[in-house]
């Protein structure tokens, strides 16, 4: 494996972070207030334990294989044909998360912005970009990960403004029904956690492999904070009985801001996001490209990801979808996500231990 | 490999140049839109009535607005009526002031007619909500020389007035959230024409599903909101002060004092099987303006206790004006759920009828800061 693009430290932490948030954090506080009520931030503390637990597990089996990705670790212990199985499966899931990603982004534009555009056209337009960025691997990505945080800085202190009409009542009684809405809402932190699976493929490029986990815990902590920062922002402006009936409360939020040069200043917010939706999909474009070309023999990344970008253009130019199926995909990648990048870490650790104890003792 | 660089090239300019000629469909040139900036909607013979106004911008013209209206069904659905009135495609986005015809108000449920204003979000939803008492294109037709085009006047006084709290600032924003939070009930801003003249009224009241409760005048609408805790401070009360009350055309009993700083404190409980209410205020006043002979440097802690008497009997009346009509404007459920939420749960499908059981007590503590730069 060539390990001459090497990612640093920080651009694994925004990486990892930045597609953790893309396009979840849209809905993240209406879902939470759908399931729980306004007792649904804390079950981000509890998406974040988890995501750091799998995080830990992600390392641990990256450990044994220092200079090759998961597929190589699968190949090495494994065989041939479970590695490309792994490859075709991972292939499947980073393409239907991009494809999430897609989703998102051209039907929040197309309903908040460009209403008669199709959204083929969008898709096409942010096509380009992802091409140019992600055929240059991690290190190029990472930098772009780099910039859109950079840029992204003051976004909160907007929303901070919203502050004034905060009514902070809302948030009490704390547990108003008890632990269980929150400990059931656990379950829909997974997709907005999705993004820890990067490790596998982004480890061997790391600069400081011994440093691997602690930057995974602090792109949690960090994925979390925004999170946690959005939703009580969201839940002290909307009162808990209308919240629900919002589909993008982080949007709409922005309505009640009032200037006196602008008057709908969600405008160039939404336009601004997209560098922050991108941040799903052009990781996922590469991963897509890199997984479907280990199944073809490695080499050709770039032909494979102008395929698979042309491939995509096509689905939305023959198939458009709604607001429906996103929420559909979403409830699926929430399950799949479970078992790919929560799951999948811990069976995998167990299976090299067992192999190792096996081996050990045969030789022993 | 230099045929695929050039290829490239070639697709990338043409998908551009396809992708931009799409977007140009989506946009609206300002001479083709007619951009209405006021809102009128009232009910004449049990049917939705809507009324628009729109600047005219053209020199030669004098009047400089333009009206339309007619029955419609739904905002949306009445388009096309709309843009038969109008040159140019009306675009129902930026309306600065909604009035509302205060028999709609008459109507259970009558916010839905809005409806559209949330569901496309290309509509704004800061727009001022106002009540009026009697036919609403009275308001949308209204000219008068010395005043600029009616929506514009109208936000103008709604918003000078909310920040003197002598009327309520509720956008539609703002209304949709306290018509579906069940432990708050709605007020919005209210109008009166007399004399030929647009005057700010002060406060209506909605029930929950949005129906006419009661008015408020100026100074009731101040002590909302200083309950709401939403005063600015500068805030103006008077209250007469009992003594001698000569013949003279104006009051000589009057004492008018500003609000500087002031701090109000809700303490809910439960308490014999109803909620109770404990509410401080404290407030530093300047005394802005009094008519009586009175020795302020030398009694100003008996006129402080006796300002603070009238303004704890006029908040203990007005509470029961919201008793009377089972509406919480201030939002007192809030406090019950946030301190009290299983009995607060219970009673929350019906928390009007729940808060006119509750007792209040209220005790104003006001100091005199200043008595002005004259004895």
Known sequence: ?364 | MRWVKTLSAVVMGCTIFLALTGCSNDKTNLEDATVPLALGLDVIDEKLRYYISAPVFSRDIKKKSREGGGIAEGLRQSRNQQDAQFPGAVAGRNYQVIIVGKKLLQYKDWFKVLDVKFRDPRNTVTDRIIAYDGPVTDVIHFQAKDQPPTSVFLRGLIDSGSRRSTTVKTTEQELHRQMHDRAITPAISEIMIENGKILLKGTTLLSQEGQYRDSLSYQETSLLQILKKEAKPGVSLTFPVEGMQEQLPFNTDLVSFSIGDISVKVKSSHDHDRFQYHIKINAFISITEKFLEYELLENSEEMASHLSKEMKKSIEKLIDKFQKHKIDPVGFGLYARAYHYPLYKAAQDNWGEELARAQFHVDVDLRIGATGAVE
């Open chain 1, 1 to 364: 494996m060539k390990t001459i693009r090497q990612v640093s430290t920080l651009q694994f932490t925004l990486m990892v972070s930045a597609f953790q948030i893309s396009v979840a954090f849209l809905s993240l506080p209406r879902e939470l207030a759908r399931q729980a009520g306004t007792d649904g931030w804390i079950a981000i503390f509890f998406g974040w334990g988890m995501a750091t637990l799998a995080s830990a597990a992600l390392v641990k089996v990256m450990k044994n294989s220092p200079d090759g990705s998961i597929l190589d670790l699968i190949q090495r212990y494994m065989g041939v044909w479970p590695s490309k199985m792994a490859a075709f499966i991972f292939m499947a899931y980073y393409l239907l998360l991009a494809y999430d990603g897609f989703m998102i982004a051209s039907l929040v534009i197309k309903l908040w912005l460009l209403p008669s555009t199709y959204i083929y056209v969008l898709v096409l337009l942010l096509l380009i970009p992802t091409f140019q960025i992600a055929q240059h691997g991690f290190q190029v990505i990472g930098r772009y990960s780099e910039i859109v945080a950079l840029i992204s800085i003051w976004i909160p202190f907007v929303y901070l403004t919203t502050l004034r009409h905060a009514r902070w009542l809302y948030l009490l009684p704390v547990l108003k029904d008890g632990w269980l809405p929150v400990l059931s809402t656990v379950k829909i932190m997974f997709y907005p956690m999705l993004g820890i699976g990067l490790a596998f493929f982004i480890y061997p490029h790391l600069v400081k492999k011994e440093k691997a986990l602690t930057a995974m815990v602090i792109s949690n902590t960090l994925t979390c904070l925004v999170y946690l920062g959005i939703t009580l922002v969201c839940y002290v402006y909307f009162s808990p009985d209308e919240i629900g009936k919002f589909n993008d409360p982080v949007i709409s939020i922005m309505k009640s801001i009032e200037l006196q040069f602008i008057e709908r200043i969600e405008v160039p917010f939404i336009a601004f996001y997209l560098f922050v939706f991108s941040c799903i999909w052009i990781p996922s474009m590469h991963l897509v490209s890199m997984n479907s070309a280990w199944l073809l023999g490695k080499d050709k990344e770039r032909g494979h990801l102008a395929v698979w970008c042309f491939a995509v253009a096509v689905s939305f130019f023959i198939y458009r979808p709604s607001f429906i199926d996103v929420a559909r995909v979403n409830n699926f990648l929430n399950l799949a996500g479970f078992v790919m990048e929560f799951a999948l870490p811990v069976c995998v650790l167990l299976y090299v231990a067992m192999t190792k104890k096996v081996r050990g003792g045969r030789r022993s």
